[in-house]
């Protein structure tokens, strides 16, 4: 059951926001009918810590522990649920109106939990709130289980977060990847965003510590 209807012409100021047959909200994936952006729950920890310690993940990530463990994942996601729920319960009560372009509790999106609906599974997360390199835009970030790569997932996940940015009121959403991750950066384009800079950065230690070139990109709401 869809609640509020998303066919009322221009797409990126309509409500991306739909409820399911529990009153539960959700984003619909583009082009991607059977996954969807989602409210955390606590039995997708053991999921979230798979997917983030998978080798074609982790050698991308670079603003969060590696290993990826339980203590992470406690830290990033089970001390937020209580503010994401009482920030959710506003958001169905303002629907289809959107709340402010301010988020509780950072990056920590609390629709960040990409899932298949047919199984209830986490496959990917995404992260979307004020900008930490920016302050005044803000930024996403994110990772799908290589399992589902190559599908239109990804791209699906950027668009939705966007979309939800856009419809809040958020002018400027940016992201950045490295140069040598096309996948992301195929998505980010994908996804409509625009490279607008690149720099030589030195990463992380546990990265290897080399200086490698990274792609800014911007999604500016038209
Ligand atoms: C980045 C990521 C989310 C992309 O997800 P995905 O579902 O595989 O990507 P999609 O299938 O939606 O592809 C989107 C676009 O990127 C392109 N693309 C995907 N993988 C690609 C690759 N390896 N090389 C070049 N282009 C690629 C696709 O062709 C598609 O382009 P199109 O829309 O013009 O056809 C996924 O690869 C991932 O989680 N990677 C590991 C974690 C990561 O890198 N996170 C980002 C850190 S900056």
Redesign the pocket.
Known sequence: MTVYDRDNGDESQSCPVLLDEEGEPYIPLKGVPDFRLTPWRESDIDDLINISNKP??E????FRDIPYTHSSAQRDIITHLPLHRTYLQSLISALPTPLPPVLPTGRKFPLGAVRQTSTGRLV?SISLGESVHQPGNWEV??????D???????????KAAVGFATWVGVKRVL????KA???????L???GFKQFMEVDIPLPEHMGGRVRPVLFFEHVAE
Do not use: T
């Not at 050698?59 to 670079?62: E, S």
């Not at 589902?148 to 950027?158: D, E, P, Q, R, V």
């Not at 992201?175 to 490295?178: H, M, V």
């Open positions: 074609e993940v050698k991308w990530a670079v990917g970030s994110y990772q799908l289980d290589p589902y790569h190559g599908k239109g997932i990804g791209k699906g996940m950027i992201a950045f990847c490295e991750n096309q996948a992301s950066a195929g998505a384009r994908s996804a």
